[in-house]
Structure formats: structure tokens, C-alpha cells
């Protein structure tokens, strides 16, 4: 799987729109970019997923540049609750026995 | 969404005993499920790849007869920690896929083991 870059924090107020970059310079053409953020002594949450079009979903968007070197996710207003580790991951989809391996993602701190 | 449950969510033990922590689909079946440990302020790390009615693939570095993976039904996956000692104290997440649909993994709510 394509390794991937993102700052180790970033900080955003509430009611902002937090966007988290992530550099993924040698994603193959059929390789996915997958969020999940994990909040304090939890499991992993899946946000959204993309292959090259932008995407949104309830929690957030995603956009992906043309060249599929990098992407942002987006959350729109983000609050007190979005407080955690975001991980942008980029690999295969379709593959069920694929295993997902984890950088060390973006601490998010949303603040009052 | 789907749901992935663990249990026990935390235990402490005492050295040299041995810990089960089980994983569980609630509301779907998953031929494959994972196995992750995360230490303190540090990312999750993969251990292995459980795979329901076969041997699990165990991540270089994790020693199979340590951390013993058991996925005996499409629902059920099971790790345990062998003879823990105080290194073993960790958080442990598993993971799952629905059977026959792509995309993403839902992840369990996590286990804390604390060996004392």
C-alpha cells in the first residue's frame, strides 16, 4: 500500500471547517484513499472513502486532487466532538482479506 | 451501521496468566477479521489477520504462540494473550468486513489489558 503524510496536529474552533491534508504521492490507479479517526480509548471510526472523485457523506467531504497525489478531508463545522486522531490510509478496495495499516495520523483539537 | 463488539472492554490480570479477549459481528457476517494493538500515544500497530476456519497470518514481529487467534464462526473471532506479562499491557482493537461488500472496516470498541 502507497504510504501516506499528514501533519501530526492541527488545531481548529469550534463551528470552523477543519481541513486535514494528506499526502499520498505514489497512490497506484487502484488504490482507494480511506479516513478514519480514532477518538481517546476508542476503536477506530470509518469517515469516508474515495477513488477519484470527491466525495461527501454525512460526517464529512472528501476532496481529491486530479493527479491522486493528495487529498483533504473536510468537516464542516466542526465541534468539541470531531476532537481526535484523523488517519488517511490509501489502499486496494475489493480485496476483502486486505489488511488496513495505520500511520500516525493527525491529532485534530477543536477548541471552545 | 454495522457493529463490531468486544469483550471484556477492560481487564487486569496478574502476570504469567492468560487473557481471552473476544471479537464479535453483531449484525453481519465477516470471514475476516483483524487484530491490532495500539501502546500509549502511538498508532495502531497490526498483529494479525484472522481468517474464519483457517490459521490466522501473523504480522512480522508477533509471536503466534504468544497471541494466540482463534475465528471459528463467521462471527466470532478470539485472541488470547498468553502468560502476559506487564509488556503485554496494551490497548487490543479488532476489526471486521462485511462478507461480499468493499469498502470499510468497523472496528470493535476496543480492549484495554493491564497485567500486572
Known amino acids: 500500500d502507497a504510504k501516506t503524510t499528514q501533519p501530526p496536529s492541527m488545531d481548529c474552533a469550534e463551528g470552523r471547517a477543519a481541513n486535514l491534508p494528506c499526502n499520498h504521492s505514489t497512490i497506484s490507479g487502484n488504490e482507494y484513499v480511506y479516513w478514519y479517526r480514532q477518538i481517546h480509548s476508542q476503536g477506530p471510526q470509518y469517515i469516508i472513502h474515495g477513488l477519484k472523485n470527491n466525495e461527501t457523506n454525512e460526517m464529512a467531504s472528501l476532496i481529491i486532487t486530479e493527479d491522486r497525489k493528495s487529498s483533504t478531508l473536510i468537516l464542516p463545522h466542526a465541534t468539541l466532538r470531531d476532537t481526535a486522531v484523523y488517519y488517511c490510509i490509501v489502499r486496494v478496495a475489493y480485496q476483502g482479506a486486505q489488511k488496513l495499516v495505520f500511520g500516525q495520523g493527525t491529532r485534530l483539537t477543536i477548541n471552545p | 451501521g454495522a457493529v463490531v463488539s468486544q469483550h471484556p472492554s477492560r481487564v487486569i490480570c496478574k502476570s504469567g496468566t492468560s487473557v481471552k479477549i473476544e471479537c464479535r459481528s453483531l449484525d453481519f457476517q465477516a470471514t475476516t477479521m483483524f487484530w491490532y494493538r495500539q501502546f500509549p500515544k502511538q498508532s495502531l500497530m497490526l498483529m494479525a489477520t484472522s481468517n474464519e476456519g483457517s490459521k490466522a497470518t501473523y504480522e512480522q514481529g508477533v509471536e503466534k504462540d504468544k497471541f494466540l487467534i482463534n475465528h471459528a464462526s463467521l462471527t466470532l473471532s478470539t485472541l488470547t494473550v498468553t502468560s502476559a506479562h506487564p509488556e503485554d499491557s496494551s490497548f487490543y482493537i479488532c476489526?471486521?468486513?462485511?462478507?461480499?461488500?468493499?469498502?470499510?472496516?468497523?472496528f470493535g470498541e476496543g480492549s484495554r489489558l493491564t497485567v500486572l
Open positions: 476489526s471486521a468486513r462485511i462478507q461480499g461488500i468493499t469498502g470499510e472496516l468497523f
